[in-house]
């Protein structure tokens, strides 16, 4: 069974600014929504006067297409930023709704990213504490290449297998360095088993291939003798990936939360635009936060 050592995906995941996101959204929606409460409404003289013009909304203002436009623009970049923004001035209560998705969402990413941290972090120490501990346990952190090389080969191999002099690739092909000196040899000799002359283009060439993808000393790993330590690092990974997957999921999920809310604001404001009996634009305010959609 083959899992992918460290998910690419995770990158969305370790995005500062869903982080910082989380970090207000509570604070930030209730604000927008304590706002939207108290904004001052029109008068009843003007929705009596907006009714008898033929505007069906109870609340409405006069606007000529230059404000009406500013309102569109204005509740539109609102709820792309905020989800709910632009309902809440529009006095909807869909801004509930939104708003609550956000937090909800935000909240969710954040326990799945935490979890997908917490199950990484766990893999690299097993890394460092057993399979590196012989070599270089305080060596670099890989890439997420290295820690899948890591569950794929139960060793990677010496990088030069005799000290000194030119460099003697590993010759056991069931570990990683191994592995790569057979596909070198496959790749640029006639014969992977006949070796040319070591000054020839295709020996210097397959030495160069090795050299580039084998990993060295400093990375070098085994997990011989350690079968209980190996299945822990099987399983952190595969939980890690899990986690930091279910998490892209979710920031998908609240993207998407913030488009509907644009669109639905967009939709909102052009629905509401009439044009009374003089030929002028009328522009609803706002709805009461009875109302029902």
Same mark, same amino acid.
């Given at each position: 069974?083959?899992?992918?050592?460290?998910?690419?995906?995770?990158? #969305?995941?370790?995005?500062?600014?869903?982080?910082?996101?989380?970090?207000?959204?509570?604070?930030?929606?209730?604000?927008?929504?304590?706002?939207?409460?108290?904004?001052?409404?029109?008068?009843?003289?003007?929705?009596?006067?907006?009714?008898?013009?033929?505007?069906?909304?109870?609340?409405?203002?006069?606007?000529?297409?230059?404000?009406?436009?500013?309102? #569109?623009?204005?509740?539109?970049?609102?709820?792309?930023?905020?989800?709910?923004?632009?309902?809440?001035?529009?006095?909807?209560?869909?801004?509930?709704?939104?708003?609550?998705?956000?937090?909800?969402?935000?909240?969710?990413? #954040?326990?799945?990213?935490?979890?997908?941290?917490?199950?990484?972090?766990?893999?690299?120490?097993?890394?460092?504490?057993?399979?590196?501990?012989?070599?270089?346990?305080?060596?670099?952190?890989?890439?997420?290449?290295?820690?899948?090389?890591?569950?794929?080969?139960?060793?990677?191999?010496?990088?030069?297998?005799?000290?000194?002099?030119?460099?003697?690739?590993?010759?056991?092909?069931?570990?990683?360095?191994?592995?790569?000196?057979?596909?070198?040899?496959?790749?640029?000799?006639?014969?992977?088993?006949?070796?040319?002359?070591?000054?020839?283009?295709?020996?210097?060439?397959?030495?160069?291939?090795?050299?580039?993808?084998?990993?060295?000393?400093?990375?070098?790993?085994?997990?011989?003798?350690?079968?209980?330590?190996?299945?822990?690092?099987?399983?952190?990974?595969?939980?890690?990936?899990?986690?930091?997957?279910?998490?892209?999921?979710?920031?998908?999920?609240?993207?998407?939360?913030?488009?509907?809310?644009?669109?639905?604001?967009?939709?909102?404001?052009?629905?509401?635009?009439?044009?009374?009996?003089?030929?002028?634009?009328?522009?609803?305010?706002?709805?009461?936060?009875?109302?029902?959609?």
């Amino acid at each position: 069974m083959r899992i992918t050592g460290e998910s690419r995906s995770s990158a #969305l995941g370790r995005s500062t600014f869903w982080r910082g996101r989380g970090r207000y959204a509570v604070g930030a929606a209730w604000l927008i929504l304590s706002v939207a409460a108290f904004a001052p409404q029109t008068s009843s003289a003007q929705a009596v006067a907006a009714s008898r013009a033929g505007v069906s909304a109870p609340m409405a203002a006069r606007s000529g297409p230059g404000q009406r436009s500013q309102s #569109l623009l204005m509740a539109t970049v609102a709820s792309a930023a905020l989800p709910g923004a632009g309902q809440a001035f529009l006095h909807s209560r869909r801004a509930f709704a939104y708003a609550g998705a956000e937090v909800v969402g935000l909240s969710v990413y #954040l326990v799945q990213k935490h979890d997908g941290d917490r199950q990484r972090a766990r893999y690299r120490e097993l890394s460092r504490t057993v399979a590196r501990a012989h070599f270089m346990p305080n060596g670099p952190d890989g890439n997420w290449d290295y820690y899948e090389r890591m569950e794929k080969f139960a060793a990677s191999g010496a990088y030069d297998a005799i000290a000194g002099g030119a460099i003697d690739p590993e010759s056991d092909p069931a570990t990683y360095n191994g592995s790569m000196w057979l596909l070198a040899r496959q790749t640029y000799w006639r014969d992977p088993n006949a070796a040319p002359s070591p000054s020839s283009p295709e020996y210097q060439a397959s030495l160069a291939f090795y050299a580039k993808r084998a990993v060295p000393p400093e990375f070098q790993w085994s997990w011989a003798a350690a079968a209980d330590g190996f299945q822990q690092y099987r399983r952190s990974i595969a939980g890690s990936n899990s986690a930091f997957r279910r998490a892209e999921q979710t920031a998908g999920l609240v993207i998407a939360n913030h488009i509907l809310s644009a669109v639905d604001a967009y939709v909102s404001v052009r629905l509401r635009a009439r044009t009374s009996a003089d030929g002028r634009a009328s522009l609803t305010a706002g709805i009461p936060f009875g109302s029902s959609r």
